[in-house]
């Protein structure tokens, strides 16, 4: 783990998610009355800011506990919501513009408040109905659940691992770029991890479908949330066993061995650098100065 | 990463995925007419064994790609399916009494294929419908995904991350027990990850919420795929701050703090051992030699 000041974006959640008080009905009646009370605001599925905070309003004095997620308290025990989103809401899987913008200005701590509320609206925005058998579901559990009223299913919100890795050779490690990454932008190969796998799996089939490297030594670096819509990113490196990459044409525009001056020059800003680095938000920032740091 | 032989259950998945073969219809009728094509069966979700592997039998000549998951190809590059589920096939939740005995008699690798055929045919048997829309939807990309023709949503099956940790102090590790397990088991704690939460926040909260217990540097250990129905099993452990348990009696019977020494006798089936491991199909079984070995 490391400290707050250090971590990627939305990984710095700070309030109690009162799991306990979920299923309660009248500890949720009484968070909804309380004075204190204040959801944030979405527009859409992005952020509404107040300087480094998210704004926060009052309750409505009519508001349900059907149509609010309860995120939590803060420290002084006030109860946070946020309202479900309207009919409609775009489908929150791209990253928004907006949400670049604000990352800039929230305090780590409130943008992973707002990360938690985004997967969340975003998912009962996109869960209305029981996949089992198609009747309209309502929230259940104060918004960590959804339940059918037909079938008595139970739903609950997704959270997608996703591994994230830099396979090292030689004192070297393995960036590539996406067509849909800004210019000159490279990262790490990342990818879903699939039913039936590991981790160390999944992080050896990614990178030998991506770009036909062999790896061994799977090693843990740290985790992220991810709320685009609702990854957990999980990062690792790993030993490649050679260095001749075969490109997944469909997946990446190019890929390359980037030095430990390759990256140091990269993560400085250096215009002369061969890569721009990933923003410090994202968790692959992070596990490139894991690696120079280590090398 | 562990060698195979020492690795808990269902994490020796060995097929190739043939991921870049799933959206090409014209390969996949290919591998659906393969001579050397075969599906495994399975009994309602429980394995049907053939000795030390899943029994193999070829498929129908009018087997359709609809109603079929490609699994991968073996070594000798003979695709594996397996087909869905009747309608009204029960729900995968719980550990099944008929897959305790199966897992003793198959190898790693054929367990590991039963894991990953199991959590699909699963999710398919309980997402025939859109949650977006509610419209009915139709297998895609091979057995991994489902598309609503209706509003064209693509679904993808759930992988669960749940944290399971030891918490560590003076020497000795905390264990739980929960009202379902047999008679004197005991086990590390566990739980689900939740929406903008990281890994080490997982494990710090659940202890918490279930212990009274906090934690500071959150070491990962292993993986391990868990079909029951979708979990995805990360094996931790942490340094607690003091050991006064509060225990959350609504999720534990019973918590208490092992020794070296005790975990050692479990772990060898001594009669006198204050507690029964889990055993070594369970992670949990993992993580507790994992860490007797370093002590």
């Known amino acids: 783990m490391t400290d707050t000041a250090s971590r990627p974006g939305f990984s710095s959640f700070a309030l109690d998610r009162c799991d306990d008080l979920r299923s309660d009905p009248h500890a949720l009646a009484e968070l909804l009355a309380h ?10 599925l992005d952020p509404v800011g107040d300087g480094a905070q998210l704004a926060r309003v009052p309750l409505a004095h009519d508001a349900r506990l059907d149509t609010h997620i309860l995120l939590g308290k803060d420290e002084e025990g006030a109860p946070l919501f946020v309202a479900l989103g309207p009919p409609g809401l775009p489908h929150g899987g791209q990253f928004a513009p907006r949400v670049w913008e604000m990352a800039a200005e929230l305090g780590p701590e409130e943008l992973s408040l707002y990360g938690c509320a985004r997967s969340l609206v975003d998912w009962h925005a996109r869960h ?15 918004g960590w659940g959804r339940r059918c009223p037909s079938c008595n299913a139970e739903h609950f919100p997704r959270v997608d691992p996703v591994v994230i890795m830099l396979a090292e050779h030689d004192g070297r490690v393995l960036l590539g770029r996406q067509p849909r990454f800004p210019p000159r932008r490279f990262s790490a190969l990342a990818g879903f991890v699939e039913p039936g796998e590991t981790l160390e799996g999944a992080v050896a089939r990614e990178l030998y479908e991506e770009a036909g490297i062999r790896v061994r030594n799977v090693r843990y670096v740290m985790s992220q949330p991810w709320p685009f819509p609702s990854s957990l990113m999980i990062a690792a490196t790993a030993e ?26 990269a993560m400085a800003g250096d215009p002369a650098a061969p890569f721009i680095a990933p923003p410090p938000m994202a968790v692959a920032h992070h596990l490139l100065r894991h690696w120079v740091e280590s090398v």
Chains 1, 2 share one sequence.
């Open 240 to 265: 490649a066993e050679d260095d001749v990459i075969t490109l997944d044409e469909k997946e990446l525009e190019h890929a390359f061995w980037a030095s430990a001056d390759d990256v140091r020059a």
């Open 35 to 44: 004075p204190a009370a204040r959801q944030i605001l979405l527009r859409g």
């Open 128 to 142: 209305g109905f029981c996949a089992v058998c198609g009747a309209p579901t309502a929230l259940s559990r104060a």
